[in-house]
């Protein structure tokens, strides 16, 4: 609705009159002072009667008859003496009527332009106040602010308003100027904030990051209704993420304190269901081969752990692409599957528990090398049982070097034979592979080169990172088959695993897989893991078995001990199953990987950190770790501690002498003992310490816990600044000891079930590491000393301290 604001009817002062009068019995003030307004400027615009006319020119205002002279209906009006109309106060204006100055008013009339009036019902006129005409803005008067009105009590508005329009920063943050309908008088609401104002709004400094909401004004929003929400302490942080505590014989939520150098991506394939179904029939028929071999050329079964060992060994000068199976080692003949066949011929010996134990051994011997025992006249009476060890001893180092040399040949194709099918065997799991990623359209993408050793920054340690995409994994079915165990099936190939387990690779898999945040490659994932270490492990396979001896490890009081005591964080010898720590080395980087493992110990390179090492039963692994600790411990001078568990096992087939009665010690021990950064060594009695079976995670609870039936010798390996930090003083070492207790494990699984929260996570002992540092630490250069070695982090070449 629009108003006009010139009136140019012409009405009889009897009309004026009666509307005016009407007007006036419903008190409408505001309207009958609008009208006589309008009445005034044609008055003096027209020629008026001077009767009407009251003293110092004022007009006279009759109450029964008011008679303003109008120019006639439709007769042009004098436009010299038409001067512009003021718009009304706005507290004068009808409600609904767009103010002057607003976007959406249009003006009614410009200046020296005719104009067609129209009509409009006036209010009763009251005494107008004069105006002034001049095209100057007018002064502010009292009780007027610039662009709206405020109304003194008692008063009304003079002269007119001015309403300035909203500067361009305030319509940029959402201000808009409104009229109110209910009080008649201009207001201001921001679109944005859905604030509303009074006053004219103030334009604000921004105030700083951590406080982005505009503060409200105490007078005019006293309530903080109309400023934004107002955000909580706990709000203004980074919303932490759900911690999730899982029991068991293990401690995820130990941080690590390893730090390396930065390393390129692996450029080992993706498991896939397919290629590791495939490379687990590969290794099934390699150990049957393997037993056929043996039973036609020798008369021998496969020796026991053998074939485990040869892996294991291989690995150690393998640089192939298969994790698992041997493809590109020199020599091709493997020394350790070579002695062990030879320690099984003619017939393996044993360590004998009595005397007629011994007595038969001896016989067997004896039987399998004819001429030998034909010219020995055994008297078993008379012997007792050092006697029979010791004749046993005699008789083997005189008839061993006649049999290896017959048998050296057939022994060494046997080898050999089995070092050709790997690879040939190794060859068709790549090949199949590749089908694979040339089936779902995936390239394999170059991995970038790194920069030299000295030009990379030293980082926190994490899990090996794969560079080449996988292909499509298929759907795994998930079949709870006890209580506490359950069976992933692909294409009816089955492998159970306990459910606790299982919910511990959930969480390994949720702290250090980031290609898949929604589980979807979990469970096939899972399924290679599962599928390669029943491979490696061939438990009752030919050449398998020994679980104990290759995948056990240390009780879980023994772990927060180490790790309480002497910082021990990393585990360098583990799998996904039996990690106690969540930052580990395991054999198999490609299924480990997304389980948080750093990838084989040999090929991981630590700068500072504390470390438990347990390696597997194989003298020529055990050998090239500690060759690998001795080059870290050579080439860095921050502080690094290993702390070495090795069973003190004796061979019983490579005896001293025939004077010596006890059994050589291993080549291994011996090298650590002669070990120049040993800082102290100790032995834990045999039957006096535990250990947890390496199957742990497919066998029940109960079962998991074994008692050791030989000794474990723990040696401290540190350089300068970790002896300093980490040494083995008296007090820690007496902590360490008492941990090995046998019973300690039950105990604290008994606390477990009283309180499944474990005491002391989250206290102090527990630092809050980041996953890689925010500035890179400054490589210090190794000192200059007599002696070089190889090492990666100096290009090839470290200086060792003089052997004292």
């Avoid at 920063?169 to 509303?196: A, D, H």
């Avoid at 040399?405 to 199949?432: N, Q």
Wanted: aromatic share 8%; proline share 12%.
């Amino acid at each position: 609705m629009r108003l006009l604001l010139l009136v140019c009817l012409y009405e009889s002062e009897i009309g004026y009159k009666s509307k005016a009068d009407a007007l006036t019995s419903r008190n409408n003030v505001a309207g009958a002072e609008y009208l006589h307004l309008k009445v005034e400027s044609f008055r003096t615009m027209n020629e008026v009667k001077p009767e009407k006319h009251g003293p110092m020119g004022e007009p006279h205002w009759d109450s029964s008859s008011m008679v303003p002279i109008m120019p006639p209906m439709g007769a042009p009006t004098p436009m010299h003496h038409m001067h512009q109309m003021p718009p009304p106060p706005p507290h004068l204006m009808h409600p609904g009527v767009i103010p002057p100055g607003h976007p959406g008013h249009l003006p009614i009339m410009e200046h020296n332009m005719p104009h067609t009036p129209a009509g409009l019902v006036a209010p009763c006129p009251i005494r107008p106040t004069p105006m002034i005409p001049t095209a100057e803005p007018m002064p502010l008067m009292p009780g007027q602010v610039q662009g709206f009105w405020v109304f003194q009590e008692g008063s009304a508005p003079i002269g007119e308003p001015i309403l300035a329009p909203l500067t361009p920063e305030l319509m940029n943050i959402g201000w808009r100027q409104c009229w109110s309908k209910r009080e008649n008088r201009p207001y201001f609401w921001n679109k944005l904030t859905n604030e509303s104002l009074w006053e004219t709004p103030v334009l604000k400094p921004p105030l700083p990051p951590p406080h982005p909401q505009q503060r409200f004004d105490p007078i005019t929003d006293p309530l903080g209704i109309s400023s934004g929400t107002k955000r909580r302490a706990s709000e203004e942080a980074n919303p932490q993420a759900k911690r999730i505590i899982l029991t068991g014989p293990w401690d995820l939520e130990v941080s690590t304190n390893v730090i390396i150098l930065e390393r390129s991506l692996s450029e080992l394939p993706q498991p896939h269901p397919e290629t590791e179904a495939m490379r687990a029939n590969f290794v099934a028929k390699l150990r049957q081969s393997y037993q056929d071999l043996c039973h036609s050329r020798e008369a021998i079964d496969a020796p026991r752990e053998s074939f485990n060992r040869w892996l294991m060994e291989r690995k150690t000068v393998d640089t192939g692409t298969d994790t698992l199976l041997p493809s590109r080692c020199a020599p091709e003949v493997s020394p350790a599957m070579f002695a062990a066949i030879m320690d099984d011929i003619p017939i393996r010996l044993v360590k004998p528990k009595f005397t007629g134990d011994a007595r038969k051994q001896l016989s067997k011997y004896a039987e399998a090398a004819k001429k030998l025992i034909e010219s020995r006249t055994v008297s078993p009476e008379r012997a007792t049982y050092d006697d029979f060890q010791e004749r046993l001893s005699h008789l083997k180092s005189q008839c061993q070097p006649h049999l290896a040399e017959a048998v050296k040949r057939s022994v060494e194709g046997i080898c050999l034979k089995i070092y050709t099918l790997s690879c040939d065997y190794a060859r068709k799991v790549r090949e199949k592979n590749e089908e694979l990623l040339k089936a779902n359209n995936v390239l394999i993408p170059e991995v970038p080169p790194l920069p030299p050793a000295h030009m990379r920054r030293k980082v926190w340690c994490y899990p090996v990172q794969l560079a080449s995409p996988g292909a499509r994994l298929p759907a795994i079915e998930y079949l709870p088959d006890r209580a506490e165990q359950a069976v992933l099936r692909w294409k009816g190939d089955g492998v159970s695993i306990n459910i606790m387990h299982l919910q511990k690779l959930e969480l390994l898999y949720k702290h250090s897989c980031y290609d898949d945040k929604k589980y979807e490659m979990f469970l096939p994932r899972v399924w290679c893991l599962l599928k390669r270490y029943s491979s490696f492990m061939g438990e009752n396979l030919p050449g398998g078995g020994g679980a104990n001896s290759s995948h056990s490890s240390l009780p879980t009081a023994v772990f927060e001990c180490m790790q309480s005591c002497f910082g021990v964080t990393f585990e360098c010898f583990a799998s996904p199953m039996n990690c106690y720590f969540r930052q580990y080395c395991s054999p198999f980087a490609d299924t480990d990987g997304f389980f948080g493992s750093r990838g084989p110990f040999l090929e991981f390179w630590p700068v500072s950190g504390s470390f438990e090492v347990n390696a597997p039963a194989c003298e020529e692994l055990l050998l090239a770790s500690l060759g690998h600790i001795e080059r870290l411990l050579a080439g860095s001078p921050e502080p690094l501690s290993f702390i070495v568990a090795l069973p003190e096992r004796r061979e019983v087939s490579a005896p001293a002498g025939p004077d010596s009665q006890a059994p050589a010690p291993t080549s291994a021990l011996e090298a650590l003992n002669k070990s120049r950064f040993g800082r102290r060594q100790i032995v834990v009695p045999a039957f006096e310490h535990e250990a947890i079976h390496g199957l742990q995670h497919c066998i029940q609870r109960s079962e998991a816990i074994i008692k050791s039936s030989h000794a474990l010798v723990l040696v401290w390996l540190q350089n300068e600044s970790g002896f300093q930090k980490w040494g083995p003083t008296e007090e820690r070492v007496e902590q360490l000891l008492e941990a090995f207790r046998p019973g300690r494990h039950s105990d604290r699984e008994r606390k477990e079930l009283l309180s499944p929260t474990r005491p002391g996570l989250g206290s102090s002992h527990h630092h809050s590491v980041p996953m890689t540092p925010t500035l890179p630490v400054p490589i210090i250069p190794p000192t200059h000393l007599p002696v070089v070695v190889d090492h990666p982090l100096s290009n090839g070449q470290v200086l060792l301290p003089d052997s004292k």
